[in-house]
């Protein structure tokens, strides 16, 4: 079966920077488990996966503009200390999660740390990356029509079904 709209996805992959510096990978637990079609993962790695079948393997690579996006200046900001009340030891690189003006929560990353400001900056960790996937396709199922109403894949544990 091919990879297409309305199909559960099942990959295993291991996503690496320009440097070869190993982001993130799912080689030690379970593998990622999406709904094609629906936006549940970047567009870049979703459109080079169309048409796949199981136990196909691919590198993709993919830029910044078909994955989080580019840096926004914007997004980096600087805010009181006090926004940190409890937090003893704040250092860059450290990651929080703050509400959106949205009342979305967004994950900051502390940049530098003032007397009395912290610069955060709200991009994605990954924005501005180019970021390269090796990636092995598991299975492919037909969606539930729960799955294609809610937008998602829906049993909790990450496994298809008949593994």
């Not at 070869?20 to 629906?38: C, N, R």
């Not at 400001?117 to 970021?131: K, S, Y």
């Amino acid at each position: 079966m091919k990879i297409a709209e309305n199909c559960v996805v099942s990959i295993h992959y291991r996503l690496t920077d320009d440097d070869g510096e190993e982001l993130d990978s799912s080689a030690e637990g379970e593998p990622l488990v999406y709904l094609h079609g629906a936006d549940n993962i970047i567009p870049g790695l979703e459109d080079a996966l169309e048409g796949r079948q199981a136990g196909e393997q691919l590198e993709v690579v993919v830029q910044p503009d078909d994955a989080y996006g580019p840096v926004d200046p914007e997004m980096v900001q600087a805010v009181p200390r006090s926004a940190f009340k409890g937090v003893d030891k704040l250092e860059p690189g450290m990651q929080f999660q703050m509400r959106g003006p949205e009342g979305q929560i967004q994950v900051v990353t502390v940049q530098e740390v003032g007397s009395q400001e912290v610069t955060i900056d709200a991009n994605h960790p990954l924005a501005g990356q180019v970021l390269h996937f090796a990636v092995t396709v598991e299975s492919v199922r037909v969606a539930t029509a729960e799955e294609i109403e809610h937008g998602h894949v829906h049993d909790g544990h990450g496994h298809g079904h008949g593994h």
